[in-house]
């Protein structure tokens, strides 16, 4: 498959795109994260110059990426916790690239930090596409399913270390403070309630971590994040084998996770 082709299958998906050294993995952009496209007309225009491979930039996709090299990454990670079934692609080396939709928590890159062999792509990263070819041997995909949500471990591995306690930027209880803070629990409150079989885990999880970014920034207590999302999530209890104490442990995971990132909030414009 020409480069281009490669290029434009991974635009389909809504992954935006760099051109990687033909033949290589090093991108041809100094500042490519911020030039990454999804446009297939600058596409075609770029790889009409030559046969580079295809990057796909993990912040612009929506992707965290689990880069399992051999000997060993392939067990290193599943020994760590359950993996839904996913986007998966083989890597010349005989590795393996697990593709995750990345979680509302901010997760970079990481070398090593869940184990030998096992690196993360996320924000600032990009992974090759599957089609591009080093050293004649191309990436493959092994498993075309769609991307699957982040696991809550991994999530939850991966999230900066709590910062060391310092005074809050803008008081927590100012107007400006409680109307973002109110504004952001009453969304996230709805979302859980109006959740559809078959995406609670997600959904309640997602809400778990962006309350949980209000209890790091001290604008919300723990306790009161968690019994907000409980109440919410009572109304499914009993449907589809839904349970309180699986809706326990996603709410827990995801306060947690997001309190290692404290929300900011947004700066007012000025006239």
Not at 36 to 42: L, V
Not at 50 to 71: K, S, T
Not at 155 to 175: D, G, K, T
Not at 197 to 213: I, M, S
Request: proline share 8%.
């Amino acid at each position: 498959m020409s480069g281009v082709r490669v290029a434009l299958a991974a635009v389909e998906r809504g992954w935006p795109v760099i051109p990687l050294r033909p033949g290589g993995k090093a991108p041809v952009l100094r500042d490519w994260d911020r030039r990454a496209t999804a446009d297939p007309d600058r596409v075609r225009a770029w790889w009409a110059r030559a046969p580079f491979n295809v990057g796909i930039a993990c912040r612009g996709a929506g992707l965290l990426v689990v880069d399992l090299d051999v000997p060993g990454g392939r067990e290193v990670f599943e020994g760590l916790g359950s993996s839904p079934v996913t986007y998966r692609v083989g890597t010349p080396s005989g590795g393996e690239h697990r593709y995750f939709r990345a979680p509302p928590v901010r997760l970079g890159n990481s070398a090593g930090r869940l184990g030998p062999r096992v690196d993360t792509r996320g924000v600032g990263g990009y992974v090759v596409a599957a089609g591009s070819a080093v050293r004649g041997v191309r990436y493959r995909v092994l498993c075309d399913e769609p991307v699957a949500p982040a696991p809550e471990w991994l999530v939850a591995a991966l999230a900066p270390a709590p910062r060391s306690p310092v005074a809050p930027a803008v008081n927590p209880s100012s107007r400006r403070v409680r109307a973002y803070r109110d504004a952001v629990v009453a969304g996230e409150v709805e979302r859980v309630r109006g959740a559809l079989p078959g995406t609670r885990a997600h959904v309640v999880f997602t809400a778990a971590c962006r309350l949980g970014e209000l209890v790091g920034a001290g604008w919300l207590g723990e306790r009161q994040a968690e019994e907000l999302l409980l109440d919410a999530a009572s109304t499914h209890v009993g449907v589809d084998g839904w349970t309180e104490r699986e809706a326990a442990r996603h709410v827990r995971n995801g306060v947690v996770a997001g309190s290692r990132r404290p929300r900011v909030i947004p700066e007012q414009r000025r006239g």
